[in-house]
């Protein structure tokens, strides 16, 4: 009896052991992983920043990521070039293009999660398509008419373009988070005298903000790096008008060789995006898996 | 006794309410917030002006022999297929994508799900570094595509500016033409492109880890699967939907690839890395000819719906939807 306690006890002991070993040797490639995707993510954005700090003399000596006299004298050239107007541009077009679409899409999230009526369901798999299809196969006749309605070489135009464009993705995305909001607090704001107005304004936006958080901050990271639609529509009109993207585009085939210049207008288009990104992952993330995987 | 004394305030309320309510501007108010109509039409008016309507027009202008820079167009019918699909520009053009679509997705999904399954084993085991890494490789991907296309074209340069060039060179080789050589082309794009687009694949499967319930892990492990068959028989069927998704979406990103190769090889050198996208934007804004540019970006989103179609019937995933 003691002889067999001692003997499966022995043998976990042994199977532990192993277990164990194989344990580090995961742990051990896991660090591994981590090591090797963080050196090749990070490098080129490190890379870039240490390019632009230099002298134009020291661009040669690559892979010394801390160079030897930090200049900021790029910096001071690219922001005589007018790269701050190109960012209050963006800036502009994708607040206001954000504000447009939680406008747009809120109600139009509530109607699909709360009525019922005939074509529906056709109407949502609809705008699923148009989810699916890049805008880059539009841009022709979208150029075209935006020429028609005069909305080219205008923010407004570009605003109400990409409003019109992220429209059905924030929508699924909104839809899902109203669905599960019960309408047991519908009803009883209806109770309670509310119109369906009234209902979305005091009852249910509250419950629902995390979803129009998530939309606001995903359109907005899409709104401020987009490039074709701007260049497409903006480009004839002069520089004033240029957004980050496609001003540091132009930027980068003026200035030919000056590599310090460009990586320091490179960096300015990077860095911004990248801290308030990180500041609000979480949400972001949470916006892009809860909007593409829905069962 | 509270709760009933509760409704009966609730109702006196709203009785007070409905006869105070029924005045005509507030009755024809609550007719036309009861109607769905009222609800969608902004977003459908946007939809229509900006996706519906472009989506037909674009069909209607490679019928055409519209130019960008003169007005007046006819109607050519297919002419513009028959000069595409005969040309020896757009044949490579196809075979660029193809190369270009089928190395991406195959490098972004094996990257994203072995990062997905790294950040996933850390955060079960309590490791130190699955958010950093999960923080750094998303960054990646929130960069605008134009800059990393410009970044990634200076760090291949050809010259001692070039970081990599010039790491090779120290470590003695020569110098590796990423940019002009025609094949290397092809693959420095492909490898910025999974750069960016890894981020997208390892964020959807690690949702898809993380919804694994625990429990099927350990009912494997107590019915005696090493780790390699708990991966196979627990891990991979569930992460089925997610890797239909994940597929499609990935698929899709690759076709319409532009941003990125604009910026990092224009297409180039000759015509090495020109996709189908940047030979539509080259011909209509280059050549001006707006209707055989239409006809490409008819074909590009053809190829895109049949290949979505044909994703559909080998996942067999009608049941889950």
Same mark, same amino acid.
């Given at each position: 009896?003691?002889?067999?306690?001692?003997?499966?006890?022995?043998?976990?002991?042994?199977?532990?052991?192993?277990?164990?070993?194989?344990?580090?040797?995961?742990?051990?490639?896991?660090?591994?992983?981590?090591?090797?995707?963080?050196?090749?993510?990070?490098?080129?954005?490190?890379?870039?920043?240490?390019?632009?700090?230099?002298?134009?003399?020291?661009?040669?000596?690559?892979?010394?990521?801390?160079?030897?006299?930090?200049?900021?004298?790029?910096?001071?050239?690219?922001?005589?070039?007018?790269?701050?107007?190109?960012?209050?541009?963006?800036?502009?077009?994708?607040?206001?293009?954000?504000?447009?679409?939680?406008?747009?899409?809120?109600?139009?999230?509530?109607?699909?999660?709360?009525?019922?009526?005939?074509?529906?369901?056709?109407?949502?798999?609809?705008?699923?398509?148009?989810?699916?299809?890049?805008?880059?196969?539009?841009?022709?006749?979208?150029?075209?008419?935006?020429?028609?309605?005069?909305?080219?070489?205008?923010?407004?135009?570009?605003?109400?373009?990409?409003?019109?464009?992220?429209?059905?993705?924030?929508?699924?995305?909104?839809?899902?988070?109203?669905?599960?909001?019960?309408?047991?607090?519908?009803?009883?704001?209806?109770?309670?005298?509310?119109?369906?107005?009234?209902?979305?304004?005091?009852?249910?936006?509250?419950?629902?903000?995390?979803?129009?958080?998530?939309?606001?901050?995903?359109?907005?990271?899409?709104?401020?790096?987009?490039?074709?639609?701007?260049?497409?529509?903006?480009?004839?009109?002069?520089?004033?008008?240029?957004?980050?993207?496609?001003?540091?585009?132009?930027?980068?085939?003026?200035?030919?060789?000056?590599?310090?210049?460009?990586?320091?207008?490179?960096?300015?288009?990077?860095?911004?995006?990248?801290?308030?990104?990180?500041?609000?992952?979480?949400?972001?993330?949470?916006?892009?898996?809860?909007?593409?995987?829905?069962? | 006794?509270?709760?009933?004394?509760?409704?009966?305030?609730?109702?006196?309320?709203?009785?007070?309410?409905?006869?105070?309510?029924?005045?005509?501007?507030?009755?024809?108010?609550?007719?036309?917030?009861?109607?769905?109509?009222?609800?969608?039409?902004?977003?459908?008016?946007?939809?229509?002006?900006?996706?519906?309507?472009?989506?037909?027009?674009?069909?209607?202008?490679?019928?055409?022999?519209?130019?960008?820079?003169?007005?007046?167009?006819?109607? !050519?019918?297919?002419?513009?297929?028959?000069? =595409? #699909?005969?040309?020896?520009?757009?044949? %490579?053009?196809?075979? +660029?994508?193809? @190369?270009?679509?089928?190395?991406?997705?195959?490098?972004?999904?094996?990257?994203?799900?072995?990062?997905?399954?790294?950040?996933?084993?850390? !955060?079960?085991?309590?490791?130190?570094?699955? =958010? #950093?890494?999960?923080?750094?490789?998303? %960054?990646?991907?929130? +960069?605008?595509? @134009?800059?990393?296309?410009?970044?990634?074209?200076?760090?291949?340069?050809?010259?001692?500016?070039?970081?990599?060039?010039?790491?090779?060179?120290?470590?003695?080789?020569?110098?590796?033409?990423? #940019?002009?050589?025609?094949?290397?082309?092809?693959?420095?794009?492909?490898?910025?492109?999974?750069?960016?687009?890894?981020?997208?694949?390892?964020?959807?499967?690690?949702?898809?880890?993380?919804?694994?319930?625990?429990?099927?892990?350990?009912?494997?492990?107590?019915?005696?699967?090493?780790?390699?068959?708990?991966?196979?028989?627990?891990?991979?069927?569930?992460?089925?939907?997610?890797?239909?998704?994940?597929?499609?979406?990935?698929?899709?990103?690759?076709?319409?690839?532009?941003?990125?190769?604009?910026?990092?090889?224009?297409?180039?050198?000759?015509?090495?890395?020109?996709?189908?996208?940047?030979?539509?934007?080259?011909?209509?804004?280059?050549?001006?000819?707006?209707?055989?540019?239409?006809?490409?970006?008819?074909?590009?989103?053809?190829?895109?719906?049949?290949?979505?179609?044909?994703?559909?019937?080998?996942?067999?995933?009608?049941?889950?939807?």
């Amino acid at each position: 009896m003691a002889g067999a306690t001692d003997s499966t006890s022995d043998g976990r002991r042994s199977g532990l052991t192993w277990a164990r070993i194989r344990r580090y040797g995961y742990d051990t490639l896991t660090y591994l992983v981590y090591a090797l995707a963080i050196a090749f993510f990070m490098f080129p954005v490190l890379w870039i920043v240490s390019l632009s700090l230099r002298n134009e003399g020291a661009v040669y000596t690559s892979l010394q990521i801390i160079p030897n006299n930090v200049s900021l004298d790029s910096y001071r050239e690219v922001f005589d070039s007018g790269i701050l107007r190109w960012m209050r541009n963006t800036l502009v077009v994708a607040v206001a293009s954000v504000a447009g679409i939680i406008l747009v899409t809120t109600p139009a999230a509530y109607g699909f999660s709360r009525f019922e009526f005939r074509g529906r369901r056709t109407l949502l798999l609809a705008i699923l398509g148009f989810q699916m299809i890049s805008p880059i196969v539009i841009v022709l006749p979208l150029y075209d008419i935006m020429r028609t309605l005069g909305l080219t070489e205008s923010h407004m135009g570009l605003v109400l373009l990409y409003i019109g464009l992220q429209i059905p993705f924030s929508l699924w995305l909104l839809k899902g988070y109203f669905d599960t909001i019960p309408t047991a607090l519908d009803k009883a704001a209806r109770i309670d005298g509310c119109n369906r107005l009234q209902t979305l304004r005091y009852v249910l936006l509250r419950p629902v903000m995390p979803g129009i958080a998530v939309v606001a901050i995903f359109n907005f990271v899409l709104t401020w790096s987009e490039f074709v639609m701007a260049y497409t529509m903006l480009s004839p009109g002069g520089e004033d008008l240029y957004t980050l993207s496609m001003g540091i585009y132009v930027f980068d085939n003026q200035l030919a060789t000056q590599w310090t210049n460009i990586a320091a207008a490179a960096v300015i288009g990077i860095v911004p995006i990248i801290i308030f990104f990180v500041a609000l992952q979480r949400y972001f993330v949470r916006g892009l898996t809860d909007g593409a995987v829905k069962g | 006794m509270g709760t009933e004394s509760a409704t009966e305030g609730l109702s006196v309320r709203t009785r007070i309410r409905r006869t105070v309510d029924r005045s005509g501007i507030s009755a024809v108010v609550d007719r036309t917030v009861s109607s769905p109509l009222f609800w969608l039409l902004p977003a459908a008016l946007f939809i229509s002006v900006f996706q519906l309507y472009p989506m037909v027009e674009v069909f209607r202008m490679s019928l055409t022999d519209m130019s960008l820079v003169s007005s007046g167009e006819s109607y !050519v019918w297919l002419e513009n297929y028959r000069q =595409l #699909l005969g040309s020896d520009r757009f044949r %490579s053009t196809l075979r +660029v994508t193809a @190369i270009y679509s089928v190395a991406s997705i195959l490098l972004q999904i094996g990257l994203g799900l072995g990062l997905a399954l790294a950040i996933d084993y850390g !955060v079960r085991h309590n490791l130190r570094g699955p =958010l #950093l890494t999960r923080v750094t490789v998303l %960054s990646a991907w929130i +960069v605008p595509g @134009i800059i990393i296309g410009l970044v990634w074209r200076i760090m291949l340069l050809e010259t001692n500016v070039g970081v990599v060039n010039n790491t090779l060179g120290q470590f003695g080789f020569d110098i590796v033409p990423f #940019l002009s050589d025609a094949q290397m082309a092809v693959f420095s794009v492909i490898v910025a492109g999974a750069w960016r687009g890894a981020a997208f694949s390892m964020i959807m499967f690690y949702a898809g880890l993380k919804r694994v319930p625990e429990q099927l892990y350990r009912a494997a492990k107590i019915d005696g699967a090493g780790p390699f068959a708990r991966f196979r028989h627990v891990t991979l069927p569930q992460l089925k939907p997610v890797m239909f998704v994940v597929t499609i979406l990935v698929t899709i990103y690759s076709l319409n690839s532009f941003d990125l190769i604009f910026a990092l090889t224009n297409g180039g050198p000759g015509r090495a890395t020109e996709v189908i996208a940047l030979s539509m934007y080259k011909t209509a804004f280059n050549g001006y000819q707006m209707g055989m540019a239409s006809a490409t970006a008819v074909v590009l989103l053809v190829v895109t719906i049949g290949i979505t179609a044909v994703y559909m019937w080998l996942f067999d995933i009608t049941e889950e939807i």
